[in-house]
C-alpha cells in the first residue's frame, strides 16, 4: 500500500492544492492528514492573503481517508486534549482570559490568544473537527501503523515540550509497543526534510531490515512554508520505501 502524508498544513490553501496535486501524480492508495489543518499565526507565515483553513478543510475531507486533530484544530474549535502531558486543563479553560491561562499553565502549554487569527470556520467545519481523533492505526496486511499529530504522551501537541534525546522517545516506543505498531508517523514539530527515529538510534534513511528488528518512529516534515518549502511524505507499506519531497 502506498500512502501519502500530510501535516502541518496551517491555512496554507494555496500550498495544499499543489501538494495534492503532485500525490495525485504518485497514485498513492490512501492519503492521510496528521493535523493542524487551522493555525495561521502572524510571526510565523508569510501566505496572509492566500490562508484560507475552510477551503484547506474542505480539500482535506474530500481527499484523505484519515484525519487526525493537531493541537492549533483544538484550540480552532475550542476543545481540550483527552490525552494529555504535564498539564491538566480545567474545564472552564476555553472561557479564562489569556492572563489567567498563562499564569496557570506556567508554560506548560501553547497558548494561542496574542498571536493566532481566527480560522472563521463554518458551524459544519466545527462540527467535523469536534470529531476527530488524537491517534489512529491502521493496519496492513504485515503491519498495524500509528498516526498522530505528535509524540505520546504529547499526541495532540498541546505541550510545548519537544522530543529530542532518545530516552524522551521511551514513552511513545511503549505506547507503541501496547498497540502492536510497528510504524508511527506524526507531524508537529516542523523537521525540515523529516526525521526517522528508532528506539536505539536516528536513521538517515529507513531499510527495510531497520524495520524487522525495531519499531520505527517518523516524523513528517510540513505542509507549510516557513523558512524553506513545504513537504509531503510517501510512504510503500510493502517495498519499504520512504520519501520526503517538496511540494
Not at 502524508?5 to 503532485?22: C, S
Not at 500509528?146 to 495532540?156: G, K
Not at 536516528?202 to 516524523?219: A, F, T, Y
Amino acid at each position: 500500500m502506498k500512502l501519502a502524508i500530510l501535516t502541518d498544513i496551517h491555512e496554507d490553501y494555496e500550498g495544499l492544492k499543489f501538494a495534492l496535486r503532485k500525490i495525485e501524480k504518485k497514485k498513492c492508495d490512501q492519503i492521510i492528514c496528521l493535523g493542524d489543518i487551522s493555525g495561521f499565526s502572524v510571526p510565523h507565515y508569510k501566505h496572509f492573503s492566500s490562508r484560507d483553513a475552510h477551503r484547506s478543510l474542505q480539500l482535506i475531507r474530500d481527499y484523505c481517508e484519515i484525519i487526525i486533530v493537531g493541537n492549533h484544530d483544538l484550540n480552532a474549535i475550542k476543545r481540550i486534549p483527552i490525552i494529555t502531558d504535564q498539564f491538566h486543563y480545567p474545564e472552564n479553560w476555553f472561557r479564562m482570559n489569556y492572563h489567567d491561562k498563562k499564569a496557570i499553565s506556567k508554560d506548560m502549554v501553547w497558548l494561542y490568544d496574542h498571536d493566532e487569527l481566527s480560522p472563521l470556520y463554518t458551524a459544519d467545519d466545527i462540527e467535523f473537527l469536534s470529531k476527530l481523533p488524537e491517534y489512529h492505526i491502521l493496519e496492513d496486511k504485515e503491519h498495524q501503523i500509528l498516526f498522530s499529530h505528535y509524540i505520546f504522551p504529547n499526541l495532540t501537541g498541546s505541550s510545548k515540550k519537544f522530543f529530542d534525546k532518545m530516552k524522551d522517545y521511551d514513552e511513545h516506543f511503549s505506547f507503541m509497543r501496547d498497540k502492536e505498531c510497528q510504524f508511527s508517523f506524526c507531524g508537529h514539530a516542523h523537521i525540515p526534510g523529516g526525521q526517522i527515529q528508532s528506539k536505539s538510534k536516528k536513521l538517515k534513511r529507513l531499510k527495510s531490515q531497520d524495520s524487522k528488528n525495531e519499531m520505527i518512529c517518523i516524523q513528517c516534515p510540513p505542509l507549510v512554508n516557513t523558512n524553506r518549502f513545504g513537504e509531503f511524505t510517501i510512504f510503500d507499506t510493502e517495498s519499504m520505501n520512504l520519501e520526503f519531497l517538496k511540494i
